[in-house]
């Protein structure tokens, strides 16, 4: 079956704009997670959505948002860009809550602000 | 939030010999612990993992332990091999059920 699949998977953006990610889960996973990869930094937790609501949130500011539809697809959402917003955004899904059992990952969308 | 430390963040070793990589965590409600690794330019994959009411568990050359009083896990590697180089990440569950905290990582280089 397909994988989870991410769009866009490179993009440009400047300081100040918006940005919005599109995360597809595998088939029948009800739960979708998203990460941001820095060097150095490892996987920082972003928020994890199940059946349409958000479960958890990490400590990122109110500017990242985001947001689960009907059919468990998600989409995060990051205005007025920062420089330090660039960064290897990954969206990972589970058949159940993200902490219980294997996260599955897209390949990233790698956004870089300039 | 809950921190994973994690250690060494580079790691070099001979094709053959053993790695081992350490965690601690500091929510003491965690009860899943999961390793990833990720190869240069591709995605996190699971390799393995352990609940909070096992102590140890084995998959062919790996293998993972858990001391829950500790609070730390650690990842075995035995007769490591060049396509055993990539970065690992170690996790663990919060206390929502929701979200695992990654450590930041270490980079495994197996040299022939």
């Known amino acids: 079956k397909a994988g989870v699949t991410q769009t866009p998977r490179y993009l440009i953006k400047t300081r100040g704009q918006q940005v919005t990610l599109s995360c597809s889960p595998i088939?029948?996973?009800?739960?979708v997670s998203w990460y941001q990869q820095t060097p150095g930094q490892g996987l920082q937790f972003l928020f994890e959505?199940?059946?349409?609501?958000?479960?958890n949130k990490g400590n990122f500011p109110g500017r990242f948002s985001g947001r689960q539809f009907s059919n468990s697809r998600s989409e995060m959402n990051v205005s007025t860009l920062e420089l330090g917003d660039s960064a290897l955004y990954l969206c990972?899904?589970?058949?159940?809550?993200?902490?219980?059992?294997?996260?599955?990952f897209g390949e990233g969308s790698r956004l870089t602000v300039l | 939030g809950e921190n994973v430390e994690q250690h060494p963040s580079t790691l070099s070793v001979q094709e053959g010999d053993s790695a081992v990589i350490k965690c601690t965590y500091s929510d003491s409600a965690s009860n899943y612990f999961p390793w990833y690794k990720q190869e240069l330019g591709k995605r996190p994959q699971l390799i393995i993992d352990?609940?909070?009411?096992?102590g140890e568990k084995k998959d062919q050359r790996i293998a993972v332990t858990l001391n829950k009083t500790a609070k730390h896990f650690s990842l075995h590697i035995t007769e490591t091999q060049p396509e055993d180089s990539a970065v690992y990440f170690c996790a663990a569950s919060t206390n929502s059920g929701y979200a695992l905290n990654f450590g930041k990582g270490t980079s495994l280089l197996v040299t022939p």
């Open positions: 959505y199940f059946s349409e609501t958000q479960r």
């Open positions: 990972a899904s589970s058949l159940l809550a993200g902490s219980t059992g294997e996260l599955f």
């Open positions: 352990i609940r909070s009411n096992v």
């Open positions: 088939s029948g996973h009800r739960s």
